[in-house]
């Protein structure tokens, strides 16, 4: 139980006035400033302006008037550009801590005070002329998850704004030998999305002492609407991080690849001094009957998104990451402590924006919550919410074995009883005639209406990399080639089965985190990208582009409606265990290839199979890819060497 569990001169939460306006927080012109703040069960409020962030006595400090709605509103005549702000409420017989207030778009070092900035002093040069680039179908994605930090830190990575938004402007780096690093690398990758982890301003890093060199994810949300300080070149001029947020944007955009962001909107990273609670106490936080907070976040607080200002305030932030800084994509973190509705509602108002901007989510919770499971958007709902898409983590832990279990391999090392779930990876987690649901390992039903609401991957941020987890997992005198061959049977699978393919960044580089499961403060020499290692694994490099290519080149791989695999995606019986094979007939999707057989053999050994006689080329040998064809193949079995896939097409 706490002060906060409670409304004071309501009944309910869910008695606390609505209000419409989209005008909270600060409204600035050169004769006036209005300031607003929803805080309907307080007392009291104050509205201080200050010279700067740092400077200990205001300038003014005035009372704010009582509107309706909840509203509490003061204006200032003259030109407050350039100033500093905080809001203090009276709340239950107490003064609360000053806060910049939940809607602060700007904030000065560590967002302790909100700032009031011209918007449009903050666009760099020919922001006005950048534009998303265009997505027929959200399978069409091949989606890039990568840290901020990560990017850049490496001596090896030739950059030099190191750990900034920056990084993402420097053309023309390399490594030690001279190959392309940075945004290049993205680019010759060919990866169409990345997704920034958290970039919105988090509270554990001090932005003002960078000497420290420290790291953290950000998932410890501080102030929603604002970029994070420490990846900015200065994080006391609030005008600094937004325009070198909207270059990171911008240079990725010229490079055309979509931005998606992280965002974690479902707790903060902490209840007692947020934002939220100074502001509404209460309000904005799920509680048991009891007045217990909710934490289904695993983080001590998660938030009500069902409560109608909460519901409003996840959908207005969204829509000024996607109108203000041109995101492209949205990462729902533990989706499944927001409610169904909630995320109806943002795809809707995504779509008046561009109904091509991504949505997905890890389709769980972190914990037990007060919202009743069957509204909790969690992945056996996802078929109520058209156009968001849930994380596979089914497919995920066939590949590579349990994520609990570390020593557990998956299907990649030859484990059996994994087939069943890679087939349902194939077939992006959708009803298919050929699949028995009862041995699919966490899924007993298909749960995506359609491919397009399925995330394929085998690795992330979270747990171990997919090297680390092969290393510790796969059975004993496996040399590195064999890691090697498991690395890129899992991604073969990940980007042949439809669905959006998500890859960690790194893993192309057979990136190591040196065994650490969660490295959210690990030091970046475990964290970021070692480009010099494309140069020790260029065939790895080399396997990935060309994996990539094949399926931007094929849309038999990103068929986006159920009906269309019915007809064009049949599954044929390999007679043995730890093996699926199944064919794309009939220019699949308007592909330019006829047909295509892949076969995945899982198995620690070579296996022979019974395929359709055919004039197939190969494209795929299991080490190598060729659009074009590597060598022809016309016999009735074909043989496939041990944990390796293999790509057969008839033109
Ligand atoms: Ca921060």
């Not at 169904?340 to 509602?345: D, G, V």
């Not at 059975?475 to 890859?503: C, H, K, W």
Request: hydrophobic share 35%; with cysteine.
């Amino acid at each position: 139980m706490s002060q906060y569990d409670t409304p004071i001169h309501y009944e309910s939460f869910a008695d606390y006035p609505v209000y419409d306006g989209s005008d909270l927080e600060v409204n600035y012109t050169r004769a006036k400033t209005t300031f607003k703040l929803w805080s309907p069960d307080s007392d009291d409020v104050k509205i201080r302006i200050y010279r700067d962030c740092e400077s200990a006595i205001p300038i003014e400090s005035r009372n704010m008037q009582k509107k309706d709605d909840g509203i509490w509103e003061y204006s200032f005549s003259g030109d407050l550009k350039g100033r500093f702000y905080t809001f203090q409420i009276f709340f239950n017989g107490e003064w609360l801590p000053e806060t910049p207030g939940a809607y602060a778009t700007a904030v000065g070092a560590n967002g302790k005070r909100a700032a009031v900035v011209d918007f449009r002093d903050t666009d760099p040069d020919g922001w006005e002329n950048d534009r998303r680039p265009i997505r027929k179908s959200f399978c069409d994605s091949i989606i890039y998850e990568l840290h901020i930090r990560d990017f850049s830190m490496s001596p090896d990575s030739g950059i030099k704004n190191k750990g900034k938004y920056l990084a993402f402007t420097e053309e023309g780096t390399v490594n030690s030998h001279g190959q392309k690093t940075g945004i290049d690398h993205l680019e010759e990758l060919g990866i169409t999305h990345v997704h920034i982890m958290p970039a919105y301003d988090f509270a554990t890093i001090d932005e003002l002492k960078p000497e420290e060199n420290r790291y953290n994810w950000g998932y410890d949300p501080l102030n929603y609407n604002v970029p994070e300080g420490s990846y900015s070149t200065n994080p006391r001029n609030p005008c600094t991080r937004i325009r070198e947020f909207k270059q990171m944007v911008q240079a990725l955009h010229k490079k055309g690849i979509s931005v998606v962001m992280d965002v974690v909107y479902n707790h903060t990273y902490m209840w007692e001094n947020s934002n939220f609670t100074r502001t509404a106490p209460g309000y904005y936080y799920r509680q048991y009957p009891d007045g217990t907070y909710g934490n289904a976040s695993g983080c001590g607080n998660e938030t009500a998104s069902e409560r109608e200002m909460v519901r409003r305030y996840i959908i207005n932030s969204i829509l000024l990451w996607a109108k203000e800084y041109h995101i492209d994509g949205f990462r729902f973190d533990l989706m499944g402590i927001y409610d169904i509705e909630t995320m109806k509602q943002i795809r809707a108002a995504l779509d008046t924006v561009d109904p091509s901007i991504l949505m997905y989510g890890e389709g769980w919770t972190g914990g037990d919550s007060p919202l009743p499971y069957e509204q909790r958007a969690v992945k056996a709902h996802v078929n109520m919410m058209d156009g968001v898409a849930a994380f596979s983590d089914d497919l995920r832990d066939a590949l590579k074995g349990n994520w609990g279990n570390i020593h557990e391999p998956g299907f990649v090392c030859g484990r059996q009883g994994y087939d069943e779930t890679v087939k349902f990876g194939v077939t992006g987690a959708t009803k298919h005639p050929q699949i028995h649901y009862g041995l699919v390992n966490y899924s007993n039903a298909p749960y995506a209406n359609s491919p397009a609401q399925v995330v394929n991957y085998v690795s992330c941020h979270d747990d171990l990399c997919l090297n680390d987890k092969l290393a510790i997992s796969a059975p004993g005198g496996s040399s590195e080639s064999d890691m090697i061959r498991y690395n890129l049977l899992a991604q073969t699978i990940v980007l042949t089965s439809q669905g959006i393919p998500f890859l960690y960044a790194g893993e192309e580089l057979m990136r190591s985190k040196k065994g650490v499961h969660n490295t959210y403060q690990s030091p970046d020499s475990i964290n970021q990208l070692y480009y010099d290692n494309k140069y020790a694994y260029k065939h790895v490099f080399e396997y990935y582009k060309n994996l990539i290519a094949l399926r931007k080149a094929h849309p038999a791989f990103r068929m986006d409606n159920r009906e269309m695999m019915d007809n064009h995606l049949h599954f044929l019986d390999p007679r043995q265990a730890c093996v699926v094979a199944f064919i794309l007939d009939n220019n699949a999707n308007g592909d330019s290839w006829n047909r295509i057989l892949v076969v995945y053999n899982g198995n620690r050994h070579n296996i022979g199979l019974e395929i359709p006689k055919e004039n197939w080329w190969v494209a795929c040998n299991g080490s190598q890819i060729s659009q074009k064809g590597l060598f022809k193949w016309n016999n009735d079995y074909l043989n496939v060497p041990a944990n390796s896939a293999m790509i057969l097409f008839k033109p």
